[in-house]
């Protein structure tokens, strides 16, 4: 691996119940945490969440079988009946609807990851990804490169609404990154995908960070950008992000700062679960090299502040297992200084996170993610915080 800039982190240890970001003079404190959604019945992770202009938030997640309440032995992230679904609140995360909304139920198989994105003008883009189940033997039949286990990839697709999640337009298929190698279950190109926030570009251009692999061996992924003009009904390749030659860049979530730089935000593998990032100071059609931000987390969410900071929040696969956070300059440019923030660590082992961060109508902000107790029934919870001076 190239010498990369390595930033160094400051870790503190910090109260669950009441912690403070010293910054600009405001606390960030924890409110209470919240349980969106649970049933015995059904495996749920990977939540997103928007914010509507009525106050009226949309949290979506994939939904599937709880395969041990079938008998089976256990659960995991690849089921040929995980679907999309939504629930929603009216009264800020304290309630929320007990029954989901189908978003969508592919076809050939399961769904994954559910990332919305809310527009200006109020369209939802909701991306995802499938795989589908090679029954009977056949995934014997099929090369190792082009499967995870009994399931082949089906890439990348867009769900697309303009009328707060009532109704959905999809599956639109994006095109393949350019030297792609990876092929769907119908031997195609496979379809761009990733999971985490796109970003709309004070232009208005949606940018998506996407994940790739331009060669088999080593099996190694990059990331790299992709735009639309037209609110994400079509989109055209930009650059690369991130590429190395030993270690993997995948799920990403951008930011755009009030410069007007792109930051990314990427989960790594093969580099100690290291949180990487790369910026773009030219509107993304280029990246400046990745940087080691020094501390492990993944993957990630940003939003915005009250006072112009930059809140990001990740999952924690390490013992204490949990969510953290981290309060940023509006620029994105003191992450090695920032201080870590526990949100909770009572996970019941690393089958969690993937948290989600919006504000909310009354001040507030919700951090929602999936989570377990003692490895017991996966489920959407949150964490409610607010900013105090």
């Known amino acids: 691996m190239e010498p990369r800039l390595f930033i160094s982190s400051f870790a503190c240890v910090v109260c669950l119940c009441c912690f403070a970001a010293r910054a600009q003079e405001a606390r960030l404190e924890k409110v209470k945490d919240i349980v969106v959604y649970s049933d015995d019945r059904f495996y749920s992770a990977f939540p997103s969440v928007v914010l509507r202009a009525d106050g009226e938030l949309l949290l979506a997640f994939r939904r599937a079988p709880e395969r041990r309440y079938l008998g089976e032995s256990g659960s995991n992230h690849t089921d040929p009946n995980s679907y999309l679904v ?20 592919h076809p050939f198989g399961g769904s994954q990851d559910p990332c919305m994105t809310q ?20 995934a014997e039949k099929v090369p190792d490169t082009l499967r995870h286990g009994d399931f082949v990839f089906m890439g990348g697709y867009l769900m697309r609404s303009t009328d707060g999640g009532n109704s959905w337009q999809g599956p639109i298929l994006p095109p393949p990154v350019p030297d792609s190698v990876t092929q769907t279950v119908f031997r195609e190109p496979c379809p ?36 639309s003009t037209d609110g994400g009904l079509s989109w055209e390749y930009r650059t690369v992000v991130a590429r190395d030659d030993t270690a993997s860049f995948n799920e990403t979530a951008l930011y755009e700062t009030p410069n007007g730089d792109l930051v990314a935000f990427m989960r790594t593998a093969d580099f100690n679960d290291h949180t990487a990032i790369a910026r773009s100071t030219d509107g993304g059609k280029s990246f400046e ?3 080691d931000a020094g501390f492990q987390g993944h993957p990630h969410c940003a939003t915005a502040l009250s006072d112009g900071r930059v809140l990001l929040v990740c999952g924690y696969r390490h013992e204490p297992f949990g969510i953290r956070a981290r309060v940023l300059d509006p620029e994105c440019r003191d992450i090695g200084q920032s201080e870590e923030l526990v949100l909770c ?8 996170g993937y948290p989600w961060v919006t504000p909310l109508a009354d001040g507030n902000y919700l951090v929602v993610y999936y989570f377990n107790k003692e490895n017991g029934t996966r489920h959407i919870a949150g964490t409610i915080l607010s900013v105090k001076q």
């Open 86 to 105: 939504l629930v929603r609140s009216k009264d800020n995360g304290e309630t929320w609807t007990p029954e989901p909304e189908l978003i969508f139920a």
């Open 119 to 138: 527009l200006r003008d109020g369209t939802i883009v909701c991306s995802s990804y499938g795989w589908a189940l090679l029954r009977g033997g056949v």
């Open 192 to 227: 761009a995908y990733n999971r985490g926030p796109m970003c709309e570009g004070r232009d208005g251009t949606l940018y998506w960070a996407v994940a790739s692999q331009s060669r088999l061996q080593p099996r190694l992924t990059e990331v790299h950008l992709m735009a």
């Open 289 to 291: 090299p990745w940087m």
């Open 345 to 352: 660590d009572d996970g019941g082992n690393g089958d969690i």
